[in-house]
T-cell receptor, first 115, second 115 residues
């Protein structure tokens, strides 16, 4: 079963608009929630990440909102630009042994920002 | 500054053939990973290696074997390729696991088609 559920599958936003991608998880042992950005033909790259002890993290135009009680987190892209067109993945990890942690990914959202 | 390097970039195999995907990182990382990416399913973990000399199964290990040759290199072997293994394969590494402050870096992917 999918441990991290991501929606929507695809998203079209006008330039300057706000893009919002949502993720939900079941396992309360998850304690690290990164978002990865992937351009066509490239590998995913870390965009922004959050720990569950904070409700929001902002880096430039990118913000993660985290709701621990609802077990949900979302990525907001403000003032979306055509260069933001990519596939976005949420992910989560858990485990006391840091070295043995691996990321569990959502299914991905293809974002298209129209000029 | 190469990061994570994967070879080959593209490969077409016939059903039943074997092959090895090679991965090397130059960041002196302890942890290395192999993921596969399929449409609508995100990235799924095949195997990972927390440190030199150790390997662990991930979510979808069947049909694959791995070797952590040394600290730099982590190879993925398909002993008898099947059409269901047609996918894009990503190697990744991190200093120590996937946790806050330990970014997982991905290679550019290997496109494998099994006919």
């Amino acid at each position: 079963q999918q441990q991290v559920k991501q929606s929507p599958q695809s998203l079209i936003v006008q330039k300057g608009g706000i893009s919002i991608i949502n993720c939900a998880y079941e396992n309360t042992a998850f304690d690290y929630f990164p978002w990865y950005q992937q351009f066509p033909g490239k590998g995913p790259a870390l965009l922004i990440a959050i720990r569950p002890d904070v409700s929001e993290k902002k880096e430039g135009r990118f913000t993660i909102s985290f709701n621990k009680s609802a077990k949900q987190f979302s990525l907001h892209i403000m003032d979306s630009q055509p260069g933001d067109s990519a596939t976005y993945f949420c992910a989560a990890s858990k485990g006391m042994d840091t070295g043995r942690r691996a990321l569990t990914f959502g299914s991905g959202t293809r974002l298209q920002v129209q000029p | 500054n190469a990061g994570v390097t994967q070879t080959p970039k593209f490969q077409v195999l016939k059903t039943g053939q074997s092959m090895t995907l090679q991965c090397a990182q130059d960041m002196n990382h302890n942890s290395m990973y192999w993921y596969r990416q399929d449409p609508g399913m995100g990235l799924r973990l095949i195997y990972y290696s927390a440190s030199e000399g150790t390997t662990d199964k991930g979510e979808v290990p069947n049909g694959y074997n791995v070797s952590r040759l040394n600290k730099r290199e982590f190879s993925l072997r398909l002993e008898s390729a099947a059409p269901s293994q047609t996918s894009v394969y990503f190697c990744a590494s991190s200093e120590r696991g996937g946790a806050y402050g330990n970014t997982i870096y991905f290679g550019e992917g290997s496109w494998l088609t099994v006919v």
